[in-house]
Nanobody, 123 residues
Framework: QVQLVESGGGLVQAGGSLRLSCAAS????????MGWFRRAPGKEREFVAA????????YYADSVKGRFTISRDNAKNTVYLQMNSLKPEDTAVYYC????????????????WGQGTQVTVSS
């Protein structure tokens, strides 16, 4: 069992930055690849970024590539999402999740989810 708690969301102007954190419980955090997803109002949950168990491999949605950076600190049981050059279309609830199956873009392949943190980008 893994529990996840996101933090770091808030209100920011377009062009600004935020860093989201996701703290995980459990001693097996480093055994799992992790991901960030988001859900905007009226839209389906979408993939944002993913990272391998030791952080050697990262993957991004085209919409955030070059602006967002995913990283992890296994000693702190935490995964991060650094978000720069934010746009109003980045407004959403952001969720971190533990991947328990194969495909990093598929939310159905993630077995544990946090409660989400709201990010609002004003124009």
């Amino acid at each position: 069992q893994v529990q996840l708690v996101e933090s770091g969301g808030g209100l920011v102007q377009a062009g600004g930055s935020l860093r989201l954190s996701c703290a995980a419980s459990g001693r097996t955090f480093s055994s799992y690849p992790m991901g960030w997803f988001r859900r905007a109002p009226g839209k389906e949950r979408e993939f944002v970024a993913a990272i391998s168990r030791i952080g050697s491999d990262t993957y991004y949605a085209d919409s955030v590539k070059g602006r967002f950076t995913i990283s992890r600190d296994n000693a702190k049981n935490t995964v991060y999402l650094q978000m720069n050059s934010l746009k109003p279309e980045d407004t959403a609830v952001y969720y971190c999740a533990v991947r328990t199956k194969i495909y990093y873009r598929n939310p159905g392949d993630y077995g544990y989810w946090g409660q989400g943190t709201q990010v609002t980008v004003s124009s």
